[in-house]
């Protein structure tokens, strides 16, 4: 049994792959977590192909949900051109979607080798950018990404370049051990980029 697809507060969010270039200090994966307060299943045996995620998808009335959230436990980009692939279909199919969100590092040019934010045109109506710090160095020991502090300036640009094809973009940080100023910090940095800032709330284990 695997979780393709869970519902969570009116959304329907989207998990297929586990394969992600960082390793946060709060992610639930570091304890052997399988899922999450959102689904209990979340770690994937093997990653479904699109023609699978495509039949969970067209199972359910997409209509009734506030957003389409491309999320899960691992970095959805890694899979971005299965993303635009199964938004494209469903549009295809004349499926009614609700704005579609990706969550994401804010790594994919890096991961994919080439800009993709210009393939989010008209596909995606929201970017949430893991931000989790106010400098490079704070970033690098909470998210702790593959290619060190590259990582910190792939996320940046990632944003710069996100703000000029999608109409929203946030970037967020977890409010643990962070003080009114390191937010208000974030906040200044996110604004400075085109994007907004959200807080979201530590979810421990």
């Known amino acids: 049994m695997m979780t393709i697809s869970y519902e969570y507060e009116g959304a329907l969010y ?19 977590h399988k899922g999450s307060i959102y689904a209990d299943d ?33 970095e959805p980009t890694f899979r971005w051109d299965d993303d635009a692939w199964l938004i494209d279909e469903l549009k295809e199919r004349g ?14 040019n890096r991961i994919l080798g080439r800009d993709i934010t210009p393939e989010m045109k008209g596909r995606v109506d929201i970017v949430s950018i893991s931000l989790n710090g106010a400098t490079a160095e704070e970033y690098t020991a909470v998210t702790q990404p593959s290619t060190g502090e590259q990582g910190w300036e792939d996320m940046l ?15 967020t940080i977890v409010n643990k051990d962070k003080t009114p100023e390191d ?9 400075s980029l085109g994007a907004k800032l959200r807080v979201r709330e530590y979810i421990p284990d």
């Not at 989207?14 to 052997?32: E, I, M």
């Not at 009335?61 to 899960?72: A, K, M, P, Q, T």
């Not at 937010?183 to 604004?191: G, S, V």
Request: overall charge positive; some cysteine; proline content about 4%.
């Open 42 to 74: 979340l770690w994937l045996e093997h990653e479904p192909s699109r023609e699978e995620i495509l039949a969970d998808l067209l199972a359910r009335d997409l209509s009734r949900y506030r957003e389409l959230v491309f999320c899960g436990f691992g």
């Open 14 to 32: 989207l998990n297929f792959t586990n394969r992600c270039d960082c390793a946060c200090v709060f992610c639930l994966r570091h304890n052997g």
């Open 183 to 191: 937010i208000e910090t974030c906040r200044k940095l996110a604004e």
């Open 157 to 171: 640009e990632f944003t710069r370049r996100a703000v000029k094809q999608v109409p929203t973009v946030m970037m």
């Open 95 to 108: 499926v009614k979607l609700p704005p579609v969100r990706i969550n994401t590092n804010g790594h994919a």
